[in-house]
């Protein structure tokens, strides 16, 4: 099956920092890449989806300015969360899906952030 | 918006059947459903597509409803593997995707 990692797996980071998050699709290309964000017992959220080579699409509510999404590529896409703050602190996933993948979407393993 | 999901929670004696229902106000193009363990990230299990098809992956199967905007996830002889939650994620006509809150499922001995 399609592969999508993550890295950092996890990281802990002060207030004022920035992070980046990056996710990788390791046997397709991924045409798509989406960013969620999770909540202790909460459902996914989207935040943004992000097509090769063109501008991010963020949900309404999503600073864009703090989360910069780059989609560089058809195997990666990064996730900045500029200035973080504790309230940041989150479990980040990323999920791709390509012509390989037809309409499935393929999670990477997720990044847990803690903002200090 | 984001799709409506019942029951919240449910456990289970390994071997028991169990039903997890998912329904949207909006008109739906496609339901997946996913499983995550605690701390991980959601495994994807299937997707269905408009066109009312039912979909079975071996004691697992779901079928969608598309005229009713909903799909159900029948969990049959459980087996202790298959604790964890379940979400529905659902497609519009315009690929939105949203997801469920989530259903918690415990399989106990």
């Known amino acids: 099956g399609a592969v999508v990692s993550q890295h950092p797996s996890w990281v802990i980071c002060k207030s004022g920092t920035s992070v980046k998050i990056e996710c990788r699709s390791l046997d397709f290309q991924a045409t798509t890449m989406f960013w969620y964000r999770q909540f202790p017992k909460q459902s996914l959220m989207l935040m943004a989806t992000s097509n090769e080579g063109s501008k991010a699409t963020y949900e309404q509510g999503v600073e864009k300015d703090k989360f910069l999404i780059n989609h560089a590529s058809l195997t990666l896409s990064t996730l900045t969360v500029t200035s973080a703050h504790p309230e940041d602190s989150s479990f980040y996933i990323c999920?791709?899906?390509?012509?390989?993948?037809?309409?499935?979407?393929?999670f990477g393993p997720g990044t847990r952030l803690t903002v200090t | 918006q984001q799709p409506v999901q019942s029951p919240q929670a449910v456990i289970l004696r390994e071997g028991e059947d169990a039903v997890i229902n998912c329904s949207s106000s909006k008109a739906l193009y496609s339901v997946h459903w996913y499983r995550q363990k605690h701390g991980e990230a959601p495994v994807f299990l299937m997707i269905?597509?408009?066109?009312?098809e039912q979909k079975g992956h071996e004691k697992i199967s779901a079928s969608f409803n598309e005229k009713k905007q909903q799909s159900s996830l029948y969990l049959t002889a459980s087996q202790l593997s298959y604790s964890g939650t379940y979400f529905c994620g659902t497609e519009d006509n315009n690929n939105d995707m949203r997801f469920g809150a989530g259903t918690r499922l415990t399989v106990k001995p």
């Open positions: 999920s791709a899906t390509g012509q390989a993948t037809t309409y499935e979407q393929y």
């Open positions: 269905l597509l408009k066109g009312g």
